[in-house]
């Protein structure tokens, strides 16, 4: 099958990061011709991340073209990329490609390679109709998943999945973990593993009634708003005196953070997944981190096989984003919801065809 390729495309681009950011609309960009290990992948629809606005802020080199979340099919193959890919559905995540023969690569780990380069990061992102993908780190969609429910998966769903493997061996069914951030696109997806795939009881944090329900749907035990109670003293009253086994800090507000040791009891583990600003640093007392025995792990999406093993959790409806679609010309008003955390749920954008 031969689709017809056009020159130009349509794309969403980020002007001028910064406090004074615009996001234009083009008709005019130009569709890439896949390299070598690369495929061209026709759109149909993206998520959109809470890390899109640190593209949009500045925090860093960016790509002007946003969005890792991309799903559509394959439609043009480069000359090493195998072309049993042509027609196939596929997923465009965050990890474009990486060395593949560090230390870190061959054990399994290349979304933590020191050479990764990231889609929207070091190439275009999935704000646009057509984008390059290699071919060696592209996810197959499983048919019975669609493409709005794939999209959240592939970095909100993943990046939680490999969170929470974090503590795998480290909590038991039953423990208790605190999700920060449970009503949004990562941490109600977080709720859902946590609670129905590893059997935790999940002490859910976020605010307002929308992510307290969001949240207890997903399989949270309980619900603490953030800006209605004191977080530190509710998770204490909830665990006994004592702390949880384990928390997750999704959110990417320094806030989230200042608290997050004193959620966990001693022994406890805190896992960072939220990405302030690169200059803030974490609180935490040296002399309490070591007489109380807390480890902080870092963790950042997650591998192939916990790609796949999530997409097959979603086809059997164990695992099932909170989705709201958008049109295109949406894209600004969703990252502004996302800057001031209005989005409950994953929001997808649809990509004209
Ligand atoms: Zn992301
Ligand atoms: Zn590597």
């Not at 001028?16 to 008709?27: K, L």
Request: one cysteine or more; charged letters at 20%; hydrophobic letters at 40%.
């Amino acid at each position: 099958m031969t689709v017809p390729i056009p020159t130009t495309q349509q794309g969403t681009v980020v002007v001028n990061p910064g406090p004074s950011y615009q996001i234009i609309h083009r008709d005019d960009l130009p569709v890439p011709q896949p390299g070598d290990h690369e495929v061209l992948v026709k759109l149909t629809c993206t998520g959109l991340c809470h890390s899109e606005i640190r593209a949009t802020s500045g925090w860093g080199n960016y790509n002007p073209i946003i969005g890792h979340e991309g799903i559509g099919t394959v439609i043009q193959t480069g000359s090493l990329a195998p072309q049993s890919l042509l027609s196939s559905r596929v997923g465009v995540k965050w990890l474009y490609s990486a060395c593949t023969h560090c230390s870190i690569c061959t054990s399994g780990h290349p979304h933590y390679c020191p050479h990764q380069r990231n889609t929207s990061r070091h190439v275009p992102g999935t704000l646009q109709q057509y984008v390059l993908a290699d071919a060696r780190f592209l996810t197959p969609i499983p048919e019975t998943v669609t493409d709005e429910i794939a999209a959240p998966l592939l970095c909100a769903g993943l990046t939680m999945a490999g969170a929470l493997d974090r503590l795998d061996g480290v909590l038991r069914p039953g423990d208790s973990v605190v999700i920060s951030g449970s009503g949004g696109g990562l941490g109600h997806l977080g709720v859902q593993i946590a609670a129905r795939v590893k059997g935790w009881r999940v002490l859910a944090v976020d605010s307002g009634e929308e992510k307290r329900r969001l949240s207890m749907e997903a399989g949270a035990t309980e619900f603490v708003d953030f800006r209605a109670e004191d977080v530190v003293a509710r998770v204490r009253e909830l665990t006994d005196g004592e702390g949880a086994h384990a928390t997750v800090v999704v959110p990417g507000d320094p806030s989230a953070f200042r608290v997050a040791a004193d959620l966990v009891r001693n022994l406890g583990t805190v896992v960072c997944v939220g990405l302030p600003r690169n200059d803030f640093e974490l609180p935490v007392s040296a002399t309490l981190c070591a007489a109380r025995g807390i480890s902080i792990v870092g963790s950042s999406v997650g591998t192939e096989e916990q790609m796949a093993e999530l997409l097959q959790l979603a086809a059997q409806g164990v695992i099932t984003p909170a989705v709201k679609c958008y049109g295109f010309d949406e894209t600004a008003k969703i990252i502004r919801d996302l800057e001031e955390d209005a989005i409950t749920g994953r929001a997808v954008v649809r990509i004209p065809q």
